[in-house]
């Protein structure tokens, strides 16, 4: 039973379920930039390198045996979108963060000067 709790308390922490959700969250990400790769940005470039199928570029080196480096542009592709996408996300992250650090607290003597003057305008 000890290690049933001990679980359920290490499963339940915060970063864990944040983790779990980060991670469902990228892999629906993940599954948007395949078929915008595949599906909206490729079909025009490979139209303008001469009606091209990335997806269907391949070098057949013996029978059942094919490199298909088209699939493997496609996916070089989606790494780079899904990349730029997290150091954008990355970046804004830590502009908030700065802008957070920047703001000095009050020192005690002012809120102390000003509770005081709220209580002298009472």
Known sequence: ???VQEFKTFAMKGNVVDMAV???IGAAFGKIVTSLVSDVIMPPIGLLLGGIDFGHLSVSL???VTIKYGLFVNTVIDFIIVAFAI???IKGINRLKK???AKPAPKEEILLLTQI???LKK
């Open 1 to 3: 039973m000890k290690l």
């Open 22 to 24: 980060g991670i469902i």
């Open 62 to 64: 013996a029978e059942g």
């Open 87 to 89: 150091f954008m996300m």
């Open 99 to 101: 802008k957070e650090e």
């Open 117 to 119: 003057r709220d209580l």
